[in-house]
């Protein structure tokens, strides 16, 4: 182990001295570097072109609006800044020797949106970035889906996404390209959020209005991301206007919303800033659903959420900036008679990005911590609780060495979870446990030609388990034409916390974080653990294809082998001590049945297909996806309950009228059916309450249930069409008026939920739901 660490050690210390001498040849030539702005409110733009006109030289501004261009020869140039809705910027420069010029740029919006412009950027990005099963998000298209409830939110635009599969309007969750919930990272703003979606399942935390940029990674991700096996989804929020005070507040049948931002020192070309911006939302549909949507439940929807997010921005002169950010998410859910279930998340954190005198290099770092808690009351069962809480600190350094760049940095988490479980036979599971985790990564973005090439690797520690595990990273990408790409990413994962809950569950609204255990299996399908960690390894190929200027066709087949798994055990009978583990007693037990938790392992493949076209006023979007998720306990071979073979999703977006004043939106989903277990027949259970001395004659016992092969049968396909229209009224010089009327389910399809197995009763997703808000930006 100690040699492992000391080649890691060295291994990095060779890369960085290897990044420094490159960046010391790099500085042979000039660069160019700053940040691109809106002008009108001081928003960084992101993912557009700066180049040097009539030259090779070129880069792309990132989520924070900031682009290098480095190594280039002496002369004069014209800098280059175009974006689809904006005046086309230029500006003289001149580069002599290592001149290094910080460039502070903003973006005057045009009269006209330029289309083609707009495709050019794009196709642009495509061809300098590998982009293998990665998906940008932008609030922009979050808004061309039908927006249930009145407000657009990323958690109904992440169920069109390749590779997702939703499984329910009622407490459903996101399962990434076969990958659970709890495989699947969030981070905001550099914090980690244990439970980004609220029970509803239509709903997540995040206000739309406040985001800046959604990366989603559904495999295949580089070495700066780590500790999941499956997923990561890495959200960034917006500053807050610099230039003046400005908001949007709204409400709809399921909720209200406020969102306030502006200047505390204004942006001056010349100048720093101090911005703010607070976001706060909540639903109120337990009160209106009584009302409005009692056909669905006379009893009411019991879903209710307050969320609360706040964000200072301080940025200098030169573009460097520190941000200082909290949030406070809750949800409730209340059954009236049946159960209580609640959650509440909770996190403060500080980022920042440094802008170094006269090296080429970008600095970036973040500070955070994060919490939460959940709890569950069900009739007089014992109540489950989990919780989770710690911190997490993070910093890189990017050298920008012309087309190439070279990032690394580390990352180091600590956190306690507390967990408190009884299974249904009274058997109760408590763990508290204190972990930390360290971490150090390396990424080289080459470009030779046609061909990208981007080697990484993890080197990732779990203290707590006393494991280390080497995890390289590949990605590639070929540009065979202008319009068709190559690609493909491969990597090895791991990761330490495992759900609270059983990936066999069908239905359950408790979701809590337990640290990996390290009292597991010693033997697993006949062969010894070696580790305590869950681990998986990722492939995925594909190719891009741009048949017209304006449509884009991308093709994925992906393999994820989950090595290694470990899940909560709901086979336990017995307690893991005394004679029960003792292999020299006659009352011996397989680990299978005593210990808390057990070791699977699976896997996922399939294929995406997606195509987007976008021209003017229209917005299309189509998804298909073919999947196959596996799981192996050491006995049973099953499918998990969110695996779905086959997953259609279909976008329209056309806006019309005068200055595109009416919005139509459309999405229709088609998924076929989950699988579940059947019920064979019923007989009376006897539970023996007085042991061998019980009177089965006499005694009264509990409807028992005979069950047919775990998750051998599938339920009905489902199918949904959600429709939106918005129209817009432009109020003085900065007002916005918006009304949305819109229509969740409008053909009213029973898609099942699931059946009550004693009395045969079935529970349906969400009915038809129309909705109707209204929302004022100034």
Known sequence: MRSTFTTFCLGFVLILAFSLKSNTTSAQNGTVRGFVYDKESGEPIIFTNVYLFKTTYGSTTDVNGYFTISRIPDGNYTLMVTYLGYDTLREQVSIKGNTVLTKKLYLTQGAFNLDAVQITAEREEARSDTRTSVIKITPKQISRIPTIGGQPDLAQYLQVLPGVVFTGDQGGQLYIRGGSPIQNKVVLDGMIVYNPFHSIGLFSVFDTDILRNADIYTGGFNAEHGGRISSVMDLTTRDGNKKHIAGKAGASTFGAKLMLEGPIKKQKESGGSIS??????????????????????????????????????????????????????????????????????????????VIPGSNPVLLEGNVAFSSYNISMKEGELPERSSSINGFNLGMGFTYFLGKDEIKYGFEMLGFKTDFNFTNLIGRKIVQTENTTEVAGYVKYKMTRGKFLFEPGFRMQYYASLSNFSPEPRLAMKYNVT???????????????????????????????????????????????????????????????????????VNVEVYYKNFSQLTNLNRNKIFDDNGDYNDPNSINYKPEYIRKDFIIENGDANGFDVSVKYEVKRIYLWAVYSLAYVNRFDGVLEYVPHYDRRHNVNLVGSYRFGKENAWELNARWNMGSGFPFTQSQGYYEKLLFEQGAGTNYNISNGQLGIIYAGYNEARLPYYHRLDLSMMRRFRIGEDGLLEFNLSVTNIYDRDNIFYVNRITGDKVYQLPIMPSFGITFGF
């Open 482 to 552: 202008d319009n068709f790409r190559v690609k493909m990413a491969a990597g090895l994962y791991s990761q330490n916390l495992i759900s609270a809950t059983s990936d066999r569950d069908v239905v359950n609204l408790f979701y809590g974080f337990l640290s990996g255990p390290d009292n597991l299996q010693e033997t697993f399908n006949g062969k010894k653990v070696n580790h305590k960690l869950q681990k998986a390894e990722h492939i995925i190929v594909g190719a891009e294809i741009d048949p017209m200027p304006n449509m884009t």
């Open 276 to 353: 703010y911006i607070i976001s706060a939302k909540n639903s109120y549909l337990k009160e209106t659903s009584d009302l409005i949507y009692n056909y669905i439940d006379t009893a009411g929807l019991p879903f209710n959420y307050t969320d609360v997010y706040g964000k200072l921005s301080i940025n200098a002169s030169n573009g460097s900036k520190v941000n200082f950010y909290g949030f406070n998410f809750n949800d409730k859910v209340d059954y009236t008679d049946l159960a209580t279930y609640k959650w509440k998340s909770t996190g403060l954190g500080t980022n920042f990005v």
